[in-house]
C-alpha cells in the first residue's frame, strides 16, 4: 500500500463551522505534513509532524489546529475559518531519514471552499 | 527574489514533441534538485530528483542540473497526451523533504 488517503475529497463550510480533514497512511511513514495549495500556484507547508510530534509550524493562524493521533493518522481541525481559506489541503508522508531527497507521497487533498 | 523561479508557461505541443521545463535557483548551496508532477484534482507526486551537478535518465525524462549556472530542467521526449499536466520544480531546504521551496509550475498540454 503506497497510498496516503484524504477524507473528504470536497469540503464546503461556512464560517461559523468546525470541520476536520482526516489524512490516513500505512506504509510505515514517520513524518507527516500538511501543505495549503491555492489555484495555479504551489503547494504551501503548513505544518510537519515528525514521530507524532509537531516539529514544524509555518506560522499558520490558530484557526487550524493540527492533530496526530498515532502514526498512521494525521488530522486538521478547522474552526472559524475565512473565504482566503478556500484552497486543496495536501496531506504528504515521507519515511523521515533525515535527507532531503527522500521521496514524499502526497494525498488528493480535499478541495475545501469556505462561503 | 524568490529562491526558485519557474518558466511559467503554460506550454502546448504536438504529441510526439520534446518539450523542455526549466526553473533557476538563487543559492548556490542546493543540493538536490526535485520534480513533481501534479494531475488535475490530485496531489503532487516526485517524478525524479537530481544531487548536485548532472543528467539523470528515467524513461523518456532526463532531469539535468547545472549549478554553474543554477538552472535546472526536465526534459520529456516523445510526449503523450497522459504527459498533460502541471511540472513543479522543487529544492528541499536543508534535511527535511517535506520542507521545499518550490517553483510556480508550468502547465503542459500534449495534444494527440
Known amino acids: 500500500d503506497t497510498e496516503v488517503t484524504q477524507t473528504p475529497k470536497h469540503l464546503v463550510m461556512g464560517m461559523t463551522n468546525k470541520k476536520s480533514l482526516k489524512c490516513e497512511q500505512h506504509m510505515g511513514h514517520r513524518a507527516m505534513y500538511w501543505y495549503k495549495q491555492k489555484a495555479k500556484k504551489p503547494p504551501e507547508l503548513m505544518f510537519v509532524?515528525?514521530?507524532?510530534?509537531?516539529?514544524i509550524n509555518e506560522s499558520v493562524p490558530s484557526r487550524f489546529s493540527p492533530e496526530c493521533p498515532n502514526s498512521s493518522l494525521l488530522n486538521l481541525h478547522l474552526h472559524a475559518l475565512q473565504p482566503e481559506d478556500s484552497a486543496l489541503y495536501l496531506c504528504a508522508s515521507s519515511l523521515n531519514t533525515g535527507q532531503g531527497n527522500e521521496k514524499l507521497f502526497f494525498g488528493s487533498g480535499t478541495q475545501l471552499s469556505v462561503l | 527574489q524568490k529562491e526558485v523561479e519557474q518558466d511559467p508557461g503554460p506550454l502546448s505541443v504536438p504529441e510526439g514533441a520534446i518539450v523542455s521545463l526549466n526553473c533557476t535557483y538563487s543559492n548556490s548551496a542546493f543540493q538536490y534538485f526535485m520534480w513533481y508532477r501534479q494531475y488535475s484534482r490530485k496531489g503532487p507526486e516526485l517524478l525524479m530528483y537530481?544531487?548536485?551537478?548532472g543528467n539523470k535518465e528515467d524513461g523518456r525524462f532526463t532531469a539535468q542540473v547545472d549549478k554553474s549556472s543554477k538552472y535546472i530542467s526536465l526534459f520529456i521526449r516523445d510526449s503523450q497526451p497522459s504527459d498533460s499536466a502541471t511540472y513543479l520544480c522543487a529544492i528541499p531546504l536543508g534535511t527535511n523533504a517535506g520542507k521545499s521551496t518550490f517553483g510556480d509550475g508550468t502547465t503542459l498540454t500534449v495534444k494527440p
Open positions: 509532524y515528525s514521530y507524532e510530534k509537531l516539529s
Open positions: 537530481t544531487y548536485s551537478s
